[in-house]
T-cell receptor, first 111, second 117 residues
Framework: GDSVTQMEGPVTLSEEAFLTINCTYTATGYPSLFWYVQYPGEGLQLLLKATKADDKGSNKGFEATYRKETTSFHLEKGSVQVSDSAVYFCALSGGNNRLAFGKGNQVVVIP | NAGVTQTPKFQVLKTGQSMTLQCAQDMNHEYMSWYRQDPGMGLRLIHYSVGAGITDQGEVPNGYNVSRSTTEDFPLRLLSAAPSQTSVYFC????????????????FGPGTRLTVL
């Protein structure tokens, strides 16, 4: 079935550092890909999405490009802030709104 | 719009007790779903509904029941709580259901943290 793999473990980095969170997927057909963010004590919010190969999703300085050849959707931000500290989830959907989530990555940004 | 609301925010149950987690949305969304979030597991789909009167099982449905009598509400019932159901539960909704190969943005509620002793 459809699945998403995120890199293991939390990510700790200093303010203004470059952030990358890896995400790869397994799916049949042409899924839509998403990044959701969860701030402490809150529900998930959509950060960005891409619905077809080579699409780039972007929001709040974050970017991710749908790479069908490598089945990847890595999240990047050029200069993180303390306010970016959160848990980030990669997800996919093959259609009909059912989402398959990765395990999530805790990001901690130190001032 | 309030978006997706969930009650209660926190709940402690004893093994064998029953309870209902409430979820409501005011966006007239057709699709609603329940997920549970466990450490190191991401979110897993419990049950979902594509419209009033229609529900189906997700990845981890055992021990949970749902019904959808109105577009707005999608309660999740635990008939006999077990410690394995200790988790954070999220309800979500979105507008598109029948457009083949398309998934609309899902909007999540703030969650219910459930502890079963």
């Amino acid at each position: 079935g459809d699945s998403v793999t995120q890199m293991e473990g939390p990510v700790t980095l200093s303010e203004e550092a470059f952030l990358t969170i890896n995400c790869t997927y397994t799916a049949t057909g042409y899924p839509s890909l998403f990044w959701y963010v969860q701030y402490p004590g809150e529900g998930l919010q959509l950060l960005l999405k891409a619905t077809k190969a080579d699409d780039k999703g972007s929001n709040k300085g974050f970017e991710a490009t749908y790479r069908k050849e490598t089945t990847s959707f890595h999240l990047e931000k050029g200069s993180v802030q303390v306010s970016d500290s959160a848990v980030y989830f990669c997800a996919l959907s093959g259609g009909n709104n059912r989402l398959a989530f990765g395990k999530g990555n805790q990001v901690v940004v130190i001032p | 719009n309030a978006g997706v609301t969930q009650t209660p925010k926190f709940q402690v149950l004893k093994t064998g007790q029953s309870m209902t987690l409430q979820c409501a949305q005011d966006m007239n969304h057709e699709y609603m779903s329940w997920y549970r979030q466990d450490p190191g597991m991401g979110l897993r789909l419990i049950h979902y509904s594509v419209g009033a009167g229609i529900t189906d099982q997700g990845e981890v449905p055992n021990g949970y029941n749902v019904s959808r009598s109105t577009t707005e509400d999608f309660p999740l019932r635990l008939l006999s709580a077990a410690p394995s159901q200790t988790s954070v539960y999220f309800c979500a909704s979105s507008s598109s259901t029948l457009r083949q190969g398309y998934t609309d943005t899902q909007y999540f509620g703030p969650g219910t943290r459930l502890t079963v002793l």
